[in-house]
């Protein structure tokens, strides 16, 4: 089955400091990932996409790299903030079935502290 | 405001009720999901639509929902006899590239309690 696992539930850092995500896929590698920030009550709001062939992605403070060998996305936040608090949700395309349709990870709740 | 809404944004429902929640989604989207949120967990994909057409339906989605897309707009997503684990936030995205390939636009979700 086709997977998406983010392994860390919460990450805590200081502010300044980057912030280093982890996403990791099972199977065939995905056409691509998708990166989302969802804050709590709301629905999550799209931040970022890599293809397959992309190795490394960037917008504005945010950058997202694709490794096809190790299986993973990485999505860093540099010089960190407060208000970059939130849950990160990583997503993958559905090869099995509707193209489009989209598995998630459980996410990582990151916390910027002052 | 441009983006996808719904409505309503609570819902609290006694056990064996029936609810239906709606989507309007960005004006342009053809495609149109519906997924399904517990606490502590991502997203789960329960159906989509290309205009009208209801092409998926995941297992997740039991004969007591039913999804509709009239005319290609707003959707509404329907559940029957509603139990305790249909406890959940519902959420809505659209999307305007037809293949499925570009990122999807959430609603803000609505948020069922069933007593």
């Known amino acids: 089955s086709q997977k998406i696992e983010q392994n860390s539930e919460a990450l805590n850092i200081q502010e300044g400091k980057t912030a280093t995500l982890t996403c990791n896929y099972t199977n065939y590698s995905p056409a691509y990932l998708q990166w989302y920030r969802q804050d709590p009550g709301r629905g999550p709001v799209f931040l970022l996409l890599?293809?397959?062939?992309?190795k490394e992605k960037r917008k504005e403070r945010l950058k997202v790299t694709f490794d096809t060998t190790l299986k993973q996305s990485l999505f860093h936040i540099t010089a960190s903030q407060p208000a970059d608090s939130a849950t990160y949700l990583c997503a993958r395309m559905n090869y099995g079935g509707s193209q489009g349709n989209l598995i998630f990870g459980k996410g990582t709740k990151l916390s910027v502290k002052p | 405001d441009t983006g996808v809404s719904q409505d309503p944004r609570h819902k609290i429902t006694k056990r064996g009720q029936n609810v239906t929640f709606r989507c309007d989604p960005i004006?342009?989207?053809?495609?149109l999901y519906w997924y399904r949120q517990t606490l502590g967990q991502g997203p789960e994909f329960l159906t989509y639509?290309?205009?009208?057409?209801?092409?998926?339906k995941s297992r997740l989605l039991s004969d007591r929902f039913s999804a509709e897309r009239p005319k290609g707009s707003f959707s509404t997503l329907e559940i029957q006899r509603t139990e305790q684990g249909d406890s959940a936030m519902y959420l809505c995205?659209?999307?305007?590239?037809?293949?499925?390939?570009?990122?999807?636009?959430f609603g803000p979700g609505t948020r069922l309690t069933v007593t």
């Open positions: 004006s342009e989207h053809n495609r």
């Open positions: 639509f290309q205009n009208e057409a209801q092409l998926e």
């Open positions: 995205a659209s999307s305007l590239d037809p293949q499925g390939f570009n990122e999807q636009y």
């Open positions: 890599i293809r397959e062939n992309e």
